[in-house]
């Protein structure tokens, strides 16, 4: 009955992990009812087509699409990622296959309205597969042709009141995690950041004035769920400056065993019972924990706000009130020079929506000011801060120099002194100096 | 097919147009005890695999039930889980930021409820729609890319090497009997969109054999300057080639200078590398993204290559339930698996793994590659 | 000066010509004690500052005293050194790898005679010729270099520093009360031969103005293309300069990618850095070298430049004076200098030293630099 | 009575520390009394116009030496570093101002008759200052004249039994620590092998045949006293493959304070009871030993031969039985490209004079055949082996791959495969590939 055989992905459909063979095929079969009657706007059986293509790859190990030719929507340049097929008579349904990416909400918390207005859509227009979602963050829609480029667009904005998202040398879609939507540790609002700057770069985000790409991610603490320290040239992470709140009696809760430590995240083999100095005061990263008669004592000028002990803890220990965050820049995958993470640029900054994040936008626009006018072309801000100095970053971006800057200060004495910092300047004469020194 | 329009007048492509406007606001999407309890909550606890409590400083809690998704998914899969979310929860929901969706619930006995109906839920072929896990100490699931789906460059799969992994791991995604979350990661080529480059387990596609050239074609598809500027390691460079009788401008490659990144392919069509027999998977472990305890660290590779052995690339499966063993059996409680091979030295990792350790495992590339090598005399036998 | 021939005849230099002979082989030289229970020593224990007694299986036991010398020293300080030796310790002593002197006796009482003796002879100006220490968990003698005594390139003076510092820091030199060796080294200019580049403290010569280009005289004194080569920045290029109305062959500096290393200035006597108002001391601190608990490490650059102010560099000893005591208080019994630093962070030490954090601490010289940043939230207020 | 003035170095005269400017003073009288009615073969005042001219570079802080030319003994490409001065007529007794390396003997063990001889040579045919001793660790002969170079070298080679040391693109003196002749902890003998290796290269020594310096240094025990891991091209430190002896009956004496811990090196300071715990427990880097009921453990399997325990109560705890030495590769300082420690080659070689120590020879010769052939000029190895990469390193020293040479395994998947490990190899031709993709 399928179009093709599919021998080898076949094999993908047991086992207990949701098969995305099946569900494939389940889409597949949907379109060949089309019990709606849709007039599909793009090959009712690409599913099956994309099935037959994936299937020759397994077979024959390479894959069998080519690079994208440009297209998107008029006035963007990016959002769209052009794909055509290597063997188009073979699998028309898939000859051209170009995916979008969709802005998704900050945090991914979504109404089935919307989301059923997606498939709507994508189904009338698209392959009716989608990726949820992209590595970056957004929906990704997989698969439709050219011309109904701008009709989904249209659509899209009039009617799901949603734009598309990022890609090529441009400010990429933004991402943050669920932050104080749902949890406890949240520094800052990683989502209303997330949302107010996607608004305000709209023009980076669709328009590419770029060097490179460029990705914003915002964690609302340190313990990273949207991985921004590795994965965004900005990475904006939720800290504290003043003191870890203790509860002493909910700290006697966990050490007499009433409260499973770190919400019973290891609740799944017996580890013993639960040992406050093993697992927390031996494992503080700078020793700033003591527990002494039944007390705990956090040392908080020596705190470095792992977030362990709250981790382990999160009934008795919270997160200090004197929040904001901290400001990393150049993380990238390993493409061209090795990966990087993010490094500490902005130690701390308020998150302060009463003047629209004045502060933090100064950082981002002298970042990116920079770059713009240093960056070679195809170079991540990571590459170019390594090229050029964190020193030079940090001018850039109106950041002073701070010991929290390094983890320790440089090895070789290769210090580029300037001439005005050196008394007397640089012009000398030879001559003068051959008065003291014979040759 | 009839080309039934949205409104958009090709004509007039200005008319009506509407850009710029982003997502919209997530607070339209917020369950309501989410949207009441903003920036209010107390703390979690972890009730069972899969079912996370947050209770709020009003005294509110909301219930929040995790299952596993393949991540490609249709429309139809999409209806269903909608379904489910009208059904159980009001219409709402999340996926989170490794493609798990989270249905949130205000009653404990009905999110376990819900847990079960999910776990009930099959494919016709027998695979669970929506297994439920994916928290606290144990597997979750994976960040990948596109491979064979959609991508040009692919060294290898992604949604089958998935697929295989999370099959073989299974148990490890519904109970929660490691010492500390491990996060495995793919990427179907040195691009790495699946940011492998910092995951306790990442599986990465690589290619082995340098680019073929497409001499005939190549100065027309290409830049050539593009594609000599995009080599890291200056292997390609301009040249004339004679082909049949004509001369071509072209490029030539030092092919003992190219360490198979791709991104001359990248800028050009006419430079591809894909190859049945180069091409297959490395293994990388031991990085992390959080700040707990120890600092964020890279991933390391630790099988050079697997050859690529579809549908379900049990040599790579079998070395990652391998690692993983290893690890459950000897780290500490809240030690992540970098941080559990870095306390025992990596040779001894080497040796609890049985894996093989080969020179292609020594960094060679560029200068930073010398702070991997050993500067001490500390090491173990 | 009548010539006094050795025997050597110029007309024939091979005749009677002894050469690659080495060294001589070290059992001459052995003290008798030494000698017998050679590879057979049991264990050792510091009597008292300075004074070293090791035991062997035997039962036999040696008394080592160790005293402080300036390196430079005539062979009239030579020679008494000599005397001291012949008269205690039965013509036999040696040097230190940090150029302290060692008597070696086989009575306990001799030995503690002997350090009273060397502690009382002096200079006619009052310096100690024979202070005894430099053991255990203290300052010990400086390893240096030649400085203004005797080399070309240095931007500092090597003795002259030292000899201040040693004043400086005298206390700890016959005292063990830090809590953990603290080893100073000293070296005049970037080639560092005082190798300070992994000791607990180093005092580091440093230019800091590009050189100045001897046009008229470069090509006849200068291999060129050498000059060009030598420069790490690739800041030196062949160039033409008219000079007087002549046109000479020489070189042009791009002086703002220059780091002052004289690596030029190595390789061609034309480019000249020396200079009073550019020239002076960086401090390095947190290198070692022993395997012990920590790995070995660099030192790091946490002053960037002091002026020259000979001839006691007063601001030089004061901030070396400053690390060693916020070192002394704060850190742990066994614990070295940068592992202090380290554990309590670089950040609290430039205050708990007293110390300002400049741009020029951040390195920016080539990939490595990266790994000296920040990649983690983790840090102290 | 002083031939320059000196205000500036006179202040260097106080203070405790041995005053260099009083000692040169005190030879400067001596040359000048010549109470042995010497013929001085270099001019008699040179001592003090060193002060005069190092008094000059004192006020007006530049150094008064000019480049070396080529100077030296016949036949030799090193021992010599020429000197001028670039105030001759100001300081002609040091307008020539040479300095020789003489070999030292491994360990630096002196007879004062052999000191003496030295001293006897070096005042008439010399300025009668020395270096004692030099960094890299010869016996430094601080200025004499261009004619006095081969009477010097004949007089030392004839009547001292002593060569020169190295200086140029030479093998250039090896130095041990003091090893078995006086210490406990020595797992090799240090001195016999430098000794060995020494007299072996001596070619290598005197001629300068390789793209740069090469040093050797040898440490008979991770302690390190010659810091060879920091500054020598191929660094031996010793080690051991078995167990720390124990001698629980010491251990008890330490625990009883009947010992003092470290050999007493704390002794300046009251750091309270010695707790063994706290002490050597807590602060073994692989956490391989415990104490309990009065017995101290090793798990050596897990120990990383770090040298503390043992250190901490050198009288209860001994270096295994089963020793030799490790082997790291290309150590330097700063120029060019940041300093370097050594890179651990050899995990564990036999130390075996019984064959000559062939197994060592063998690395030393591979290391330098592939050195000679690849480096470039100036070139040190470490710089060789960071450009052409480890394993090519390892190969040439025909070293096995070890997972021991590395700290941890390569952060970037930029593996340079060879064309044989790759199934089918490179060759392919583009119309095959075309038969399976179309463009
Ligand atoms: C839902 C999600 C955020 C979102 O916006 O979607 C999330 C949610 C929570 N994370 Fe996370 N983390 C989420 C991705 C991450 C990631 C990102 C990633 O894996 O790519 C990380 C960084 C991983 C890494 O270091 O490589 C992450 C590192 C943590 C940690 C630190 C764990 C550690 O031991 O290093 C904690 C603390 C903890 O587990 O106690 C944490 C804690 C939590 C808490 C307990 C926060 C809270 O109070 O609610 C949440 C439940 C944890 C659980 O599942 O057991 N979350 N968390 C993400 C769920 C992904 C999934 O479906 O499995
Ligand atoms: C769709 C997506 C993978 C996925 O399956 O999720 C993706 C797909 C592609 N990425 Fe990516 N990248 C995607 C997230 C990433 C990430 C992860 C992230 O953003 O957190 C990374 C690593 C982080 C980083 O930015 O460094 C990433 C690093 C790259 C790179 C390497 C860039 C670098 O500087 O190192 C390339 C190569 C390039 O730009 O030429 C690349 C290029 C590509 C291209 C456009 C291929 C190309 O060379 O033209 C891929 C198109 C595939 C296709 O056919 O659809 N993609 N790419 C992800 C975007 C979805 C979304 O918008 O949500
Ligand atoms: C005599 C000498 C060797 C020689 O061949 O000349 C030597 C002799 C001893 N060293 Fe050393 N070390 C000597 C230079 C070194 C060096 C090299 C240097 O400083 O440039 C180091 C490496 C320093 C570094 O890490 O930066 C060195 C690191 C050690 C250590 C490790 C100390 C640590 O805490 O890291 C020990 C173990 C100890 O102190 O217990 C040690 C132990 C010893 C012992 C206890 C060995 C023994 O059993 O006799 C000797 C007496 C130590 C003492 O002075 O308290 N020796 N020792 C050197 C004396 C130099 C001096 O005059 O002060
Ligand atoms: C005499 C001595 C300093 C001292 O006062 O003790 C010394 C003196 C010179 N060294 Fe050195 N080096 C001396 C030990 C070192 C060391 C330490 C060591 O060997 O442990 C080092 C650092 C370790 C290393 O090898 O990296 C050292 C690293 C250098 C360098 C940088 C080499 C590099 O690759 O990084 C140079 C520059 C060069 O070779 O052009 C250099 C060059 C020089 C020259 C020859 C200057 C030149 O450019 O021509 C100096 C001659 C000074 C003079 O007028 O006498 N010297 N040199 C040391 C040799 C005495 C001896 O034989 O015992
Ligand atoms: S990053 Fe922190 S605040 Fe954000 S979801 Fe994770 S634990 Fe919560
Ligand atoms: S947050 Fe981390 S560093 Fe701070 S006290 Fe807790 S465990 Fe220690
Ligand atoms: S990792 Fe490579 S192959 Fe995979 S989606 Fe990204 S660019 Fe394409
Ligand atoms: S694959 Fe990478 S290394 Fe090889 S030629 Fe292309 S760009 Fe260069
Ligand atoms: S450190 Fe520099 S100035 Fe000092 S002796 Fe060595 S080469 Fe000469
Ligand atoms: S001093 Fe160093 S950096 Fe400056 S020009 Fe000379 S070689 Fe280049
Ligand atoms: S290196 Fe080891 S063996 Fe050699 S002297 Fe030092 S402590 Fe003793
Ligand atoms: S030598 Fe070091 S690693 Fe080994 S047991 Fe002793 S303290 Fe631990």
Known sequence: MAKHKTPLLDQLESGPWPSFVSDIKQEAESRAKNEKGLDYQIPADCPEDLLGVLELSFSDGETHWKHGGIVGVFGYGGGVIGRYCDQPEQFPGVAHFHTIRVAQPAGKFYTTKFLRDICDLWELRGSGLTNMHGATGDIVLLGTQTPQLEEIFFELTHNLNNDLGGSGSNLRTPAACMGKSRCEYACYDSQELCYNLTQEYQDELHRPAFPYKFKFKFDACPNGCVAAIARSDLSFLGTWRDNIRVDQEAVAAYVGGEIAPNAGAHAGRDWGKFDIVKEVVDLCPSKAISYEDGKLAINDKECVRCMHCINTMPRALRIGEDTGCSILCGAKAPILDGPQMGSLLVPFIEVNKDDDYQAIKDVVEGVWDWWMEEGKNRERIGETMKRLGFAALAKAAGVPIDARQVQEPRHNPYIFWKAEEVEGGWERSIDDFRKRHQR | ?381
């Open chain 2, 1 to 381: 097919m009839a080309f039934i329009s949205s409104g958009y007048n090709p004509e007039k492509p200005m008319e009506n147009r509407i850009t710029d406007i982003g997502p919209q606001h997530f607070t339209e999407f917020l369950q309501p005890v989410i949207k009441k309890n903003f920036g209010k909550w107390l703390y979690h606890e972890i009730l069972e695999p899969g079912i996370l409590k947050h209770v709020a400083e009003s005294g509110d809690a909301v219930y929040t039930v995790r299952c596993g998704t393949a991540r490609l998914m249709t429309v139809s899969h999409i209806r269903e889980i909608c379904d489910i979310a009208d059904e159980w929860c009001d219409g709402y929901l999340r996926f989170t930021t490794r493609n798990n969706i989270e249905f949130m619930l205000e009653d404990e006995g009905k999110a376990k409820d819900l847990k079960k109906f999910l776990n009930s839920q099959k494919f016709p072929a027998g695979s669970l729609k929506f297994p439920v896990g994916g928290t606290g100490a144990g597997v979750t699931n994976i960040v990948h890319t596109q491979g064979w789906v959609h991508c040009h460059t692919p060294a290898t799969d992604a949604s089958g090497t998935v697929k295989a992994t999370m099959d073989a791991v299974f148990d490890q995604f519904t109970d929660m009997k490691l010492p500390a979350p491990v996060r495995i990661s793919m990427a179907c080529c040195l691009n790495m969109c699946g940011a492998v480059h910092c995951s306790d387990i990442a599986i990465l596609g690589i290619h082995r054999k340098p680019p073929i050239i497409d001499h005939k074609y190549l100065d027309n598809l290409c830049e050539i300057p593009l594609a000599v500027a995009a080599c890291p390691t200056g292997a390609v460079r301009p040249s004339k080639v004679e082909v049949d009788g004509e001369t071509y401008k072209t490029v030539a490659i030092k092919e003992e200078r190219c360490m198979f990144c791709g991104n001359c392919y990248t800028m050009c069509p006419s430079l591809p590398l894909a190859d049945k027999e180069g091409d297959g998977i490395a293994l990388m472990v031991g990085g992390k993204v959080s700040n707990r305890m120890s600092k964020p660290a890279f991933s390391k590779v630790v099988v050079p290559f697997i050859p690529n052995n579809p549908p379900r690339w049990p040599e790579m499966t079998d070395v990652i339930t391998r690692i993983l063993n290893a690890y459950s059996e000897g780290a500490n409680k809240y030690e992540r698996l970098g941080d559990w091979a870095t306390r025992i030295g990596w040779e001894r990792f080497f040796e609890v793994c049985d894996l093989e350790f080969t020179e292609h495992l020594i960094d060679d590339f560029r200068d930073p590659a010398y702070y991997t090598w050993r500067q001490t005399t500390q090491f173990k036998w």
